[in-house]
């Protein structure tokens, strides 16, 4: 399988907390809510393309705990029959059992594990949210394509996507389109280490 990492990000890369005020107030974070403004049918539609390419997903705790308390409820959401019907995989040293089944918990070696799954058949498996989850895999050269759904908007703190101290990662834009709400969406393929040059000017 290829592992997706799908994000919403702020114009000054913040993914804390896109979906609601309240959806994740950690650290003392109160400016959530930030995407939703910026929704329309462009965007709405693309996502469920994206989703439709899912044979599995795999979360940190933090955001599979959000994802198990709603989804199950929204039945009548075009999106739920295949989040809650496709395996789940939450990464987590705490969690000992996970009813938004079918789940596997994997502890311990996250990246060994993942590099597993990977090793599966199938098409993507994707990670939603989950920032610190994917930062990691990202470093352990785990993660093949970035999905990036940018709004324009600047909200100036929050956790971010990637912080100071990232591990640098060279990137090829694969596609690149902004929907009529203004959200930018970038899909990238990751291509290792990054390139470094010295601009010649006009040699």
């Given amino acids: 399988m290829k592992l997706v990492v799908q994000q919403?990000?702020?114009?000054?890369?913040?993914?804390?907390?896109?979906?609601?005020?309240?959806?994740?107030?950690s650290d003392g974070f109160a400016r959530g809510g930030w995407f939703v403004p910026h929704l329309d049918e462009a965007f709405v539609r693309q996502a469920g393309e994206w989703l439709a390419e899912a044979d599995a997903f795999l979360f940190g705790r933090r955001t599979y705990e959000h994802f198990a308390r709603d989804w199950p409820r929204m039945t009548d959401h075009p999106f739920a029959g295949i989040l809650n019907s496709l395996p789940k995989y939450v990464a987590s040293d705490t969690l000992t059992e996970a009813a938004w089944n079918p789940t596997t918990i994997l502890s311990g070696d996250v990246a060994a594990q993942v590099a597993d799954l990977k090793r599966q058949p199938?098409?993507?498996?994707?990670?939603?949210?989950?920032?610190?989850?994917?930062?990691?895999?990202?470093?352990?050269?785990?993660?093949?394509?970035?999905?990036?759904?940018?709004?324009?908007?600047?909200?100036?703190?929050?956790?971010?996507?990637?912080?100071?101290?990232?591990?640098?990662?060279?990137l090829h834009l694969t596609d690149q389109r902004t929907t009529p709400a203004g959200v930018s969406v970038h899909v990238f393929t990751v291509t290792g280490t990054p390139d470094y040059a010295t601009y010649g000017g006009g040699e």
């Avoid at 919403?8 to 107030?25: C, I, K």
């Avoid at 971010?160 to 990662?169: D, K, N, Q």
């Fill in 8 to 25: 919403f990000l702020t114009l000054d890369g913040v993914s804390q907390s896109p979906g609601a005020p309240d959806e994740d107030t």
């Fill in 122 to 170: 199938g098409r993507d498996l994707q990670i939603h949210g989950s920032a610190r989850l994917a930062q990691s895999l990202l470093a352990a050269g785990l993660v093949d394509e970035l999905r990036l759904a940018i709004a324009p908007v600047v909200v100036g703190e929050g956790r971010r996507l990637f912080p100071p101290g990232t591990t640098p990662t060279g």
